[in-house]
């Protein structure tokens, strides 16, 4: 019976343990992650439950946006960062699917916004005045120099994780 309870114990050390460290690469693993969301601005005949009306930061302007984003983190192939007189800006590369699909926002929105959340927080939006077919997008928004190097940093590595399927 004594044996049984030690095992037992054991057994109740070993989950701590295990559970710990499964809680600290959890944390490391959400430090680690980002998320990158282009959401096309909303037609005002589709479904309510379809969409949400947001604000872009510095400028005050709400604009209503479909809730799925068009693209994503996983459309990215690469992302570097870039200078720009506002601070720093981040250049992305999206894979072919990324691509036409930018194309076909581009070409269908013309006169309507796209609105970048990085993060699930609304950073900034861009009036679509024009086509563009080589997948190839600055975003520019409110965030901190420091967080535009861990996006790229994290869009990185997800890019290189997603191509080494």
């Known amino acids: 019976m004594q044996r049984l309870k030690m095992v037992g114990c054991l057994a ?58 068009a693209l994503t983190e996983r459309d990215v192939q690469s992302a570097e960062l870039y200078d720009t007189a506002g601070g720093k800006a981040i250049f992305l590369r999206f894979d072919p699917h990324g691509t036409i699909v930018l194309d076909e926002m581009t070409t269908r929105d013309r006169g309507q916004y796209l609105v970048i959340f990085l993060n699930k927080r609304p950073v900034g939006s861009w009036s ?31 890019s290189e994780k997603n191509n080494s399927r």
Request: aromatic share 4%; charged share 25%.
């Open 12 to 69: 109740l050390v070993a989950a701590c343990f295990v559970g710990c460290s499964t809680a600290a690469s959890r944390q490391k693993k959400a430090e680690e992650e980002v998320s990158l969301g282009i959401h096309e601005e909303s037609n005002s005949l589709l479904p309510a439950e379809t969409q949400r009306t947001i604000e872009i930061p510095h400028t005050g302007v709400k604009l209503t946006v479909n809730l799925f984003p």
């Open 128 to 158: 679509v005045d024009q086509r563009i077919t080589n997948g190839q997008f600055l975003v520019e928004g409110d965030f901190t120099d420091e967080e535009a190097k861990k996006a790229v940093e994290a869009l990185n590595k997800l």
